[in-house]
C-alpha cells in the first residue's frame, strides 16, 4: 500500500450500515464478536447532528466486568471500530492504521443501559491523517459516559 493524501467526503447512513455489515459479516475476529455482543447490527447506524454518527448498542451481560458495568476494553474495542467505520465509510478503497488511540471513562455504563456511540470525523481531510472524536452517550438522559479522539492514518 501506499501512503499518501486521503480526502475523506460526507458519510451517509446507507454507507455507514453497508460497512458495518461487511465488517461484522465477513470476520469472525474479536472486534465482531464483540459487536455481537453487544447486539450491535448495521441497521442500528444513524445519522445525528451535523455530519456526525450514531452507532446504537446495549450494555448487556456478556459484556460487563465484576462491578456490574461495561467493561472499558469492550468500550475501547467498540470506539476502535465505530470510529474505523465511519472512516472506512468515507473512503472504502482506502486503509487505515490507528496512530493514537484516547479513551476517558467518566461514568461506568450500567447493565442493560442502551447506549450511542457518537462518531465524528475532525478536520478538512486535507492530508493522510484524520482524527475521529467519539463519545459513549444515553441520548434520552443526556449522560456522557466516555469520550475520546482516535488518530488514522490512511494508506492506499
Not at 4 to 27: D, H, M, P, W, Y
Not at 39 to 53: H, I, L, R, W
Not at 79 to 101: K, N, Y
Request: with cysteine.
Amino acid at each position: 500500500m501506499q501512503r499518501g493524501f486521503c480526502r475523506v467526503g460526507t458519510v451517509t447512513v446507507s454507507q455507514a450500515q453497508k460497512r458495518a455489515a461487511e465488517l461484522i459479516n465477513s470476520s469472525d475476529g474479536f472486534c465482531s464478536n464483540v459487536m455481537r455482543t453487544v447486539q450491535f447490527t448495521p441497521t442500528g447506524v444513524k445519522a445525528c447532528d451535523g455530519e456526525s454518527m450514531g452507532f446504537s448498542w446495549r450494555a448487556n451481560q456478556r459484556a460487563l466486568n465484576g462491578f456490574r458495568s461495561t467493561h472499558g476494553g469492550a468500550l475501547a474495542i467498540l470506539a476502535d471500530t465505530f470510529t474505523q467505520i465511519h472512516l472506512g465509510a468515507a473512503r472504502p478503497a482506502a486503509e487505515f492504521r490507528s496512530v493514537s488511540f484516547e479513551i476517558n471513562y467518566l461514568e461506568a455504563i450500567p447493565e442493560n443501559a442502551e447506549c450511542t456511540c457518537i462518531t465524528r470525523i475532525v478536520g478538512d481531510g486535507e492530508s493522510d491523517i484524520h482524527h475521529v472524536e467519539y463519545s459513549f452517550q444515553d441520548e434520552r438522559r443526556r449522560k456522557v459516559f466516555s469520550r475520546g479522539t482516535h488518530v488514522l492514518s490512511c494508506t492506499k
